[in-house]
């Protein structure tokens, strides 16, 4: 993470739950201060949660949050993109710099609503931004500077991983990174479920299902072996390891986790394509 505050002040169109996230995840990690964040929203609950979260302004409106802001971060469902894109793009300048989150949108349907020459990031975050250990990637559109997509790879940085890609590849972000924390707690959920059936409290078994997910992922992010060499170490000939992993198999874990990023990005595909 980067000890260096960012001076720039930061708008979210939408305060729902990545909007949270990853506000509270800016404050958390000192990149830049509560009093420079604001944020706006249909939903006046959502609003007073997250400045309840991170201490931000709650903006009378789209347009007074875009007239306080220098990055305007696009944190609304993807059918409302080009309802709140028109509301706004009469005030939004060439001193702008848009960062859509908005799944699926792509860069060249963001430009048609505001403008082909305005400076415009997309960006698929996770949730896991809210406790520093985000995976995200972004896609920079041909206006955006060599000082945006540093600030923006700055701002993800400390929250988690960060990868600029081609955007062509953000749809499979968000079938895996972007929708895989929910395949993650089912797994969570399910190991505990396993544990509790052979006699673990409950209680004891999601801890100990969650912190070995947590373990297991930061040995993969810290050994830089192969997952299938750290899972051969554990998996020692005739133990109880191997019997789990052949139960595993029988039941089509490894397919069905296969299918779930596959179905994800193309769902994610077909909303940019809606919206």
């Known amino acids: 993470m980067t000890s260096k505050p960012v001076k720039v002040r930061i708008g979210f169109l939408g305060a729902g739950r ?25 939903s006046a609950e959502a609003l007073q949660k997250l400045c309840a979260e991170t201490a931000a302004r709650a903006a009378a409106s789209n347009v007074d949050l875009v007239d306080n802001a220098d990055v305007v971060f696009l944190a609304v469902k993807p059918q409302h993109v080009g309802d709140v894109l028109r509301e706004i793009r009469d005030v939004l300048t060439g001193s702008h710099l848009l960062v859509s989150i908005a799944a699926g949108v792509s860069l060249a349907s963001l430009a048609a609503e505001i403008g082909g020459d305005k400076r415009i990031i997309r960006v698929m975050p ?19 500077t060599a000082a945006d997509v540093t600030l923006v790879q700055t701002l993800l940085s400390t929250v988690g ?52 997910l947590l373990g297991a992922a930061k040995m993969v992010l810290e050994s830089g072996e192969h997952p299938a060499a ?7 000939p005739g133990g109880t390891t191997i019997a789990g992993l052949h ?15 596959h179905a994800a990005t193309l769902r994610s595909a077909e909303l940019g394509r809606s919206s």
């Open 247 to 261: 139960a595993l198999e029988r039941g089509g874990l490894r397919a069905a986790l296969i299918d779930a990023v």
């Open 18 to 42: 990545m909007a949270t996230a990853l506000a509270a995840g800016f404050v958390q990690s000192r990149i830049t201060t509560a009093d420079r964040i604001s944020a706006s929203d249909v």
């Open 161 to 212: 991983l960060v990868f600029p890609l081609d955007e062509s590849l953000l749809d499979a972000v968000t079938g895996l990174s972007g929708s895989g924390p929910a395949y993650v707690f089912q797994i969570i959920e399910a190991l505990s479920d396993g544990g509790v059936r052979a006699g673990l409290p409950r209680q004891v078994a999601t801890q100990l299902a969650a912190q070995t």
């Open 126 to 144: 996770n949730t896991p931004c809210l406790v520093g250990a985000g995976a995200s990637a972004f896609a920079a559109g041909p206006h955006a």
């Open 230 to 236: 750290l899972k051969d170490a554990v998996a020692s």
